[in-house]
């Protein structure tokens, strides 16, 4: 098993420009999560899906949107990106009602 | 706002000695608070979980301590060692009925274990 895998692992944009953070878990898991991680304010929830088909918005959605075609697949659309944006990007992913959650290694993202 | 209150942001211990990182909420619908380890350039890894019904979780040289009353809970490494050298994260999980669940994290704390 390969975990929850995140591609890519490094990413600069220019102000203005969009990208897509893949995110990919091979455990079968309804659930999966995006989260930023910045320098002192820990994890806050971005978006969250519990299906295929289903998503919610997190904690600091603006910005950012998602899409669930697929168990496997939970990719994090920037449209517009923003320095406000800069930050480590965590995709995990769990069991329907469990509280453990499988974090993937991080896709770090700097906007200039 | 911040859902989860951790402290201290930072903690240095001496090998042997014992670690404590402490927390607070206060939305009483949480219903799991989990932990988690995070080494540099990695993802957090969970370390141990406790029900708010249940006071103390002990596994290996970590034990959770819950305060269901003061709305408090702490992580403890007992024998710290230089491989516990790591951001730790105190989370709470809150279940929604039609959605599924939310983790609120707090800020994390950075443990320096020195030799």
């Known amino acids: 098993n390969a975990g929850v895998t995140q591609t890519p692992k490094f990413r600069i944009l220019k102000i203005g420009q969009s990208m897509t953070l893949q995110c990919a878990q091979d455990?079968?898991?309804?659930?999966m999560y995006w989260y930023r991680q910045d320098p002192g304010m820990g994890l806050k929830l971005i978006y969250y899906s519990v299906g295929a088909g289903i998503t919610d918005k997190g904690e600091v959605p603006n910005g950012y949107n998602v899409s669930r075609s697929t168990t496997e697949d939970f990719p994090l659309r920037l449209e517009l990106a923003a320095p406000s944006q800069t930050s480590v990007y965590f995709c995990?992913?769990?069991?329907?009602?469990?509280?453990?959650?499988?974090f993937g290694p991080g896709t770090r993202l700097t906007v200039t | 706002q911040q859902q989860v209150k951790q402290s201290p942001q930072s903690l240095i211990v001496q090998k042997g000695g014992i670690s404590i990182i402490n927390c607070a909420y206060e939305n009483t619908a949480f219903d799991y608070f989990p932990w988690y380890q995070q080494f540099p350039g990695k993802g957090p890894a969970l370390l141990i979980a406790i029900r708010p019904d249940v006071s103390e979780k002990k596994e290996g040289r970590f034990t959770i301590s819950f305060n269901k009353s003061a709305k408090q809970f702490s992580l403890h490494i007992m024998d710290s060692q230089p491989g516990d050298s790591a951001t730790y994260f105190c989370?709470?999980?809150?279940?929604?009925?039609?959605?599924?669940?939310?983790?609120?994290f707090g800020t994390g704390t950075s443990l320096t274990v020195i030799p």
């Open positions: 989370a709470a999980r809150k279940q929604e009925s039609n959605t599924g669940n939310q983790f609120y």
């Open positions: 995990a992913s769990g069991r329907g009602y469990s509280y453990e959650q499988y």
């Open positions: 455990m079968n898991h309804n659930y």
